[in-house]
T-cell receptor, first 116, second 112 residues
Framework: EPEVTQTPSHQVTQMGQEVILRCVPI?????FYWYRQILGQKVEFLVS????????KSEIFDDQFSVERPDGSNFTLKIRSTKLEDSAMYFC??????????????FGPGTRLTVL | AQSVTQPDIHITVSEGASLELRCNYS??????LFWYVQSPGQGLQLLLK??????LVQGIKGFEAEFKRSQSSFNLRKPSVHWSDAAEYFC??????????FGAGTTVTVRA
């Protein structure tokens, strides 16, 4: 069964450094998402991406964040200058554009980002 | 704005006993409702979903959920839990653009 993959599984970085989290969505999917889960808190929506542009973003997704689909298979989340509060599990998700009401988002295993 | 409430932070259940996890949602239109499970160190796995039609939906691993519009609820049930069901369970509601809003989660502990 096809699945969403994410690399790395765990990333440790120093405050102020740039990080890039990588995701490979399911190959025929067209909509892509990033969510994050701070330890002990709920999963929060960050951004959705379709047709090579952001379709929606949350308040969390400020200028420090960016997303890109550089090569038709990867979907990346970049944090330009990490802060301590960016420490979280980051989940990538994808879905196939289908009939209204039938789509499901499939999630990757997550990347745990630790900012020191 | 859409939101989800999971009133129970933690539930402990004996193996073989039944399980019910509560979920209440707030959404102005017809909701798309989901239950995901997260095992320790793992990602989010879809258990089941409701989009329309039959209000009792069956999912994987023997789970089912019932959509009750009058109560704005989408409770998850399993008749007989197994030790492997110990995990965190998230209810989520989807909007028209399919962005998911998650509840805070319910941690299920299964005792022998």
């Amino acid at each position: 069964e096809p699945e969403v993959t994410q690399t790395p599984s765990h990333q440790v970085t120093q405050m102020g450094q740039e990080v890039i989290l990588r995701c490979v969505p399911i190959s025929n999917h067209l909509y892509f998402y990033w969510y994050r889960q701070i330890l002990g808190q709920k999963v929060e929506f960050l951004v959705s991406f379709y047709n090579n542009e952001i379709s929606e973003k949350s308040e969390i997704f400020d200028d420090q964040f960016s997303v890109e689909r550089p090569d038709g298979s990867n979907f990346t989340l970049k944090i330009r200058s990490t802060k301590l509060e960016d420490s979280a599990m980051y989940f990538c998700a994808s879905r196939l554009e289908g009939t209204l009401g039938t789509d499901t988002q499939y999630f990757g295993p997550g990347t745990r980002l630790t900012v020191l | 704005a859409q939101s989800v409430t999971q009133p129970d932070i933690h539930i402990t259940v004996s193996e073989g006993a039944s399980l019910e996890l509560r979920c209440n949602y707030s959404y102005g239109a017809t909701p798309y409702l989901f239950w995901y499970v997260q095992s320790p160190g793992q990602g989010l796995q879809l258990l089941l979903k409701y989009f329309s039609g039959d209000t009792l939906v069956q999912g994987i691993k023997g789970f089912e959920a019932e959509f009750k519009r009058s109560q704005s609820s989408f409770n998850l049930r399993k008749p007989s839990v197994h030790w492997s069901d110990a995990a965190e369970y998230f209810c989520a509601v989807g909007s028209n653009d399919y962005k998911l809003s998650f509840g805070a989660g319910t941690t299920v502990t299964v005792r022998a």
